[in-house]
């Protein structure tokens, strides 16, 4: 098979499926290109979220009945593929769920911890040679109410670890019945902003959520935690960007209605020109909540099980049309 690599691939599973025969074409190709139909040649795509698969790119990659047959996202979301499109124009998707799991799940607590004690606050002062040690007293994430948005693989693994950590774990996900962890299910997004100091969202962006966190929301949430703690209220994404008002989370944390955010996916990526990075109570990364070797390794690995299926007729387990 022809095959389009074009946001990177690990370079073992690169090797692996060249030695079963296929072509591999690492090249980014802009909208323009995409939308010329560069990708009709190939059989299968292999994207990240920096490659938008629209109706228009989609069609333009099936005019011809050998044009393209599968995509395969290399990580979880999918919202940068018009998924009807796709099965309107006989496209698989698939994607690799269950690789980048650990890591984001890290990442996730990597900023919930430094959100609560200053870290990179810290770090860019004492870099300016500010020794701001009176200033910066933060809290302990202990015996604070967590909220995770959506209840995923993800939530899941975060809300193990935050309850290893002494915080009591709350969710709210519509498409979760129930759980067996040691969580706390809400009826409603209101009703988990309201009870915690500390929201982490782990849900798919979709017409359903965009924008699902605004102004409105974020002035429920409370500030003093179930110890008596006045902590302050915290967000963190690590999940896609858009799910939050951005606009509104700056207003939120320019007026003090929000203590910190912490983000690592954003609206509009790369996001060097957000107004967002110009407050003290804000910190990002940009989008590696999946960029560590071992996650990379594994999205690889599922990558090639993929093509082994595609190429011999079968329907890959990770198809999602």
């Known amino acids: 098979m022809r ?20 072509h591999v074409h690492e090249k980014h190709y802009s909208k323009d290109e995409l939308l010329n139909g560069c990708l009709s ?3 299968v795509v292999v994207i990240r979220s920096a490659t938008k698969m629209t ?8 005019g011809d009945k050998d044009g393209l047959s599968l995509i395969i996202r290399a990580g979880v979301g999918i919202d940068n593929i018009d998924s009807e499109s796709a099965s309107a124009n006989s496209v698989l998707i698939c994607n690799t769920p269950g690789a980048s799991t650990n890591a984001v799940v890290e990442l996730t607590i990597g900023h919930l911890i430094s959100s609560s004690r200053h870290i990179v606050t810290g770090d860019s002062k004492l870099r300016n ?27 899941r693994g975060v809300g193990r ?25 809400h009826d409603n997004v209101d009703s988990l902003f309201s009870t915690c100091t500390h929201i982490s969202i782990h849900c798919f962006l979709s017409d359903e959520t965009r924008h699902i966190i605004n ?17 302050g ?30 983000l690592d996916v954003f609206e509009t990526e790369p996001a060097l020109k957000n107004t967002l990075l110009n407050l003290d109570n804000f910190q990002a990364t940009p989008h590696i ?27 890959p387990d990770s198809c999602l049309n």
Not at 164 to 174: L, R
Not at 215 to 231: A, F, Y
Not at 245 to 254: G, P, S, T
């Open 3 to 22: 095959i389009a690599v074009t946001d990177g691939i690990d370079p073992g599973a690169k090797r692996e499926i060249e030695e079963m025969g296929h």
């Open 41 to 43: 040649e190939f059989d």
């Open 55 to 62: 109706a228009d790119v989609i069609e333009a990659s099936t």
């Open 129 to 155: 040679g500010i020794w701001a040690k009176n200033e910066l007293r933060g809290s302990e994430l202990r015996g604070k109410n967590l909220g995770l948005l959506g209840y995923g693989r993800i939530a």
């Open 161 to 185: 670890i935050a309850n290893a950590m002494g915080m009591n774990v709350h969710a709210f996900d519509p498409y979760v019945q129930e759980s067996t962890d040691d969580c706390v299910f």
């Open 215 to 231: 102004e409105k929301l974020i002035s429920k949430m409370p500030v003093i935690g179930e110890d008596g703690i006045r902590c």
């Open 233 to 262: 209220n915290h967000i963190i994404n690590c999940a896609r960007g858009g799910i939050i008002q951005e606009e509104d989370l700056f207003k939120a944390l320019q007026s003090g209605n929000l203590t910190s955010a912490s």
């Open 289 to 315: 909540g999946a960029s560590t070797l071992e996650a990379q390794r594994r999205i690889g690995e599922e990558i090639v099980s993929i093509i082994i299926s595609h190429s011999s007729g079968q329907v």
